[in-house]
């Protein structure tokens, strides 16, 4: 079988890096590269060793497959641009697949295409492509969630399985509540991190000590997260139902900050969720602490 032809619009950190992985892994060949900065297409050329530059996308030829890899908000744009002026260089989208990376958005920003012929999809890598260069070291392991037309999907589904992707379809209809679940399971650590410095400062402990002390804490909780799961990782004064702790928290915080304290007792009712599942806890209990958690201040 020929090794399809790969033409890329968005050569930025995801694009370059998904191409370079895919060259090597012998999977494509690559074709044309169209950034609005011909500096970026080079550089982008360069990093991949191969690649066509174009200083237009009406300049773009034919491929087998398209990856719209720019800002989400270009896409659905990119998408009607390729269908109103490509049709000299790309006489039909039947048999070209076309996709992009974004994970909020599903494979329905492409309809323009699909409308023309296209198999269209969303693939979403779940990692983030900071540095390109390291992402080529540590790629392998990633989970990619796919959605879209058959074709696309089964095509794409080959692709990153073998550049070492674990693909997990995705209905189209989810991917916002699964973009926002990443965002909790990721950004809001930092903004987790944040709210105990925070609280560790306003308690007197300088810097370096908050961070010896936070840091080691939170690297073991994720390791138990990893190894036992929720429920069973979940320790601390709601896991015991030590509501005379909780009581003691929840005034030390009100004297402080509300927003800390709204974090505090927010997280605090779906730990108190995950306390009821491990069973050791009576109603008396449960009952107490989900009172402390709804009591407005
Ligand atoms: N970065 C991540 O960690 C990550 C992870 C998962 C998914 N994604 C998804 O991957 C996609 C790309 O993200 P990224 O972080 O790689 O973005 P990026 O590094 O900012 O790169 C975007 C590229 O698109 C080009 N571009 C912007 N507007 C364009 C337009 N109108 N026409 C043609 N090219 C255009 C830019 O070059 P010019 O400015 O020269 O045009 C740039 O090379 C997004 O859909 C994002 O949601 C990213």
Redesign the pocket.
């Known amino acids: 079988m020929p090794i399809p032809r790969i033409n890329i619009?968005?050569?930025?950190?995801?694009?370059r890096t998904l191409i370079r992985l895919f060259a090597d892994h012998h999977l494509v060949e690559i074709g044309d590269v169209?950034?609005?900065?011909s500096a970026?297409s080079q550089a982008?050329i360069e990093f991949c060793g191969g690649g066509r530059l174009c200083e237009s996308?009406h300049d773009m030829n034919t491929a087998d497959i398209w990856l719209i890899?720019?800002?989400?908000d270009?896409?659905a744009?990119?998408a009607e641009a390729l269908t109103e002026t490509l049709t000299k260089n790309q006489p039909t989208w039947t048999d070209t697949v076309v996709f992009?990376?974004?994970?909020?958005h599903s494979s329905a920003l492409l309809e323009a295409l699909q409308n023309k012929g296209a198999a269209v999809a969303s693939a979403?890598?779940?990692?983030?492509?900071?540095k390109p260069e390291q992402s080529l070291i540590s790629y392998r392991g990633t989970t990619c969630t796919l959605e879209g037309d058959p074709k696309a999907t089964e095509q794409l589904s080959y692709l990153f399985t073998e550049i070492g992707s674990t693909v997990i379809p995705i209905k189209a209809s989810g991917k916002a509540l699964y973009h926002a679940a990443t965002v909790v399971g990721s950004n809001y650590l930092a903004a987790l991190q944040q709210s105990a410095l925070d609280m560790l400062d306003q308690a007197g402990i300088t810097a370096p000590d908050a961070k010896q002390i936070l840091q080691p804490l939170m690297a073991k909780s994720l390791q138990n997260l990893q190894n036992l799961g929720p429920v069973e990782a979940l320790t601390g004064p709601i896991a015991r139902g030590d509501t005379h702790t909780l009581t003691a928290h929840i005034e030390a915080i009100t004297d402080q900050d509300s927003q800390h304290l709204s974090l505090y007792k927010e997280l605090g009712k779906i730990a108190l969720e995950l306390a009821r599942q491990q069973a050791h806890l009576d109603d008396t209990h449960l009952a107490a602490m989900a009172k402390l958690f709804s009591t407005t201040p």
Request: hydrophobic fraction near 40%; glycine fraction near 12%; charged fraction near 10%.
């Open positions: 619009i968005g050569s930025g950190k995801l694009g169209f950034n609005r900065s970026h982008a996308i890899a720019t800002p989400d270009a896409i744009s990119i992009h990376a974004s994970g909020l979403h890598p779940v990692h983030s492509f900071a």
